[in-house]
T-cell receptor, first 112, second 113 residues
Framework: GESVGLHLPTLSVQEGDNSIINCAYS??????FIWYKQESGKGPQFIID?????DKRQGQRVTVLLNKTVKHLSLQIAATQPGDSAVYFC???????????FGKGTSLLVTP | ETGVTQTPRHLVMGMTNKKSLKCEQH?????MYWYKQSAKKPLELMFV???????ENNSVPSRFSPECPNSSHLFLHLHTLQPEDSALYLC????????????FGQGTRLTVV
């Protein structure tokens, strides 16, 4: 069936560098995308979302880019900090959908 | 805190036991969800409730039985589980189904022995 997947299972970055986490999706009907952060022992926490009528959205230290042509989504984290170490999930939904469909997750490790 | 509370946080049960997971939200949301999170797998949607009505059962075995008595509470009744059912069970809620952010609880870590 349709799926959401991530390019890399793990990503290691140095503190202070920028991080880029990528995600590919296959459902052309997807029109809502969201990034979650999950720390050990906790549930997923919302980071940022974007709708298909946009190609970029910025939050505090985070930017999400959407390329509908190639069905690709990315999360950029500026000046990565140790507290950013977590697993990051992308998810998608459709306006007619029932629930978010999640990708596998990328583990981000921030080293000093 | 996201406003979604799950109990218990941890549960160990035998294959012949019956137990229930509880989820509660007072965010005024109308949709509630159960997801299963196993190691090395994406979050798997199990059930969706919208305005207390089940709108999605994602081919979940009958040994998992959901109950939604009102828009604020969601239960997952468990019976005769298998060891492969051991996982983190996450509850989430959202204002509605469709294109909207879901708020997750901390999850119940279930171990079936």
């Amino acid at each position: 069936g349709e799926s959401v997947g991530l390019h890399l299972p793990t990503l290691s970055v140095q503190e202070g560098d920028n991080s880029i986490i990528n995600c590919a999706y296959s459902n052309s009907a997807s029109d809502y995308f969201i990034w979650y952060k999950q720390e050990s022992g906790k549930g997923p926490q919302f980071i940022i979302d974007i709708r298909s009528n946009m190609d970029k959205r910025q939050g505090q230290r985070v930017t999400v880019l959407l390329n509908k042509t190639v069905k690709h989504l990315s999360l950029q984290i500026a000046a990565t900090q140790p507290g950013d170490s977590a697993v990051y999930f992308c998810a998608e939904n459709q306006s007619s959908g029932y629930a978010l469909n999640f990708g596998k997750g990328t583990s981000l490790l921030v080293t000093p | 805190e996201t406003g979604v509370t799950q109990t218990p946080r941890h549960l160990v049960m035998g294959m012949t036991n019956k137990k229930s997971l509880k989820c509660e939200q007072h965010l005024g949301h109308n949709a509630m969800y159960w997801y299963k999170q196993s190691a090395k797998k994406p979050l798997e949607l199990m059930f969706v409730y919208n305005f207390k009505e089940q709108t999605e059962n994602n081919s979940v075995p009958s040994r998992f039985s959901p109950e939604c008595p009102n828009s604020s509470h969601l239960f997952l009744h468990l019976h005769t589980l298998q060891p492969e059912d051991s996982a983190l069970y996450l509850c989430a809620s959202s204002l509605s189904t469709g294109n909207t952010e879901a708020f997750f609880g901390q999850g119940t870590r279930l171990t079936v022995v």
